[in-house]
């Protein structure tokens, strides 16, 4: 089977870094991807990761250890607008869902 | 570059009533899956489709149907409306059937 967990909510000051969790359970990964999904919009694309180590692009970097089955997702120099839903998700060639999502972490940025 | 895109943009059926979304993938894409969202919950997948062939089907009753046409586009119908259908549907494109997914803005059904 398939799981994914990523913590519910977090909070975090403008300005500042916040590392979103997730790991996963899969008997074919492929490869995972971190969306963002601001509140009534669809979700956009953020990183992909297949292969150990770090990804970075601008302010957004992500992890993959696919040995321990996990996943971070690390946003710097916070900025309000970075507040939104952030979704892991797992591409398993072993079944037929292309993409299987996390529940998503809904992240708040304060002043 | 137009995007993926969906329509109705909002739809209010009532319960019973039967629904049908439209999605048009990005050019050049052959492969479309569809999604539905709950308020608060992760994307949950519902058909995907390459090459006008169902290539993948999750846990959804079979109310929920879809077909791909010649030019790629895709249509997912539900019968029989229930209360819990209400939600975000998504559809998102890709190149081929198991490379990067780009997102609609999504149908919101709302089922009263």
């Known amino acids: 089977g398939q799981n994914i967990d990523q913590p519910t909510e977090m909070t975090a000051t403008e300005g500042a870094i916040v590392q979103i969790n997730c790991t996963y359970q899969?008997?074919?990964?492929?490869?995972l991807f971190w969306y963002q999904q601001h509140a009534g919009e669809a979700p956009t694309f953020l990183s992909y990761?297949?292969?150990?180590g770090l990804e970075e692009k601008g302010r957004f970097s992500s992890f993959l250890s696919r040995s321990k089955g996990y996943s971070y997702l690390l946003l710097k120099e916070l900025q309000m607008k970075d507040s939104a839903s952030y979704l892991c998700a797992v591409r398993d060639l072993s079944g037929n869902t292309p993409l299987v999502f996390g529940k998503g972490t809904r992240l708040s940025v304060i002043a | 570059d137009a995007g993926v895109t969906q329509s109705p943009t909002h739809l209010i059926k009532t319960r019973g009533q039967h629904v049908t979304l439209r999605c048009s993938p990005i050019s050049g894409h052959k492969s479309v899956s569809w999604y539905q969202q709950v308020l608060g919950q992760g994307p949950q997948f519902i058909f995907q489709?390459?090459?006008?062939?169902?290539?993948g089907r999750g846990n959804f009753p079979d109310r929920f149907s879809a077909r791909q046409f010649p030019n790629y586009s895709s249509e997912l119908n539900v019968n029989a409306l229930l209360l819990g259908d209400s939600a975000l549907y998504l559809c998102?494109?890709?190149?081929?059937?198991?490379?990067?997914?780009?997102f609609g803005p999504g149908t919101r059904l709302t089922v009263t």
């Open positions: 899969t008997s074919g990964f492929n490869g």
């Open positions: 998102a494109s890709s190149l081929e059937r198991d490379y990067e997914q780009y």
């Open positions: 990761n297949v292969l150990d």
């Open positions: 489709y390459y090459e006008k062939e169902e290539r």
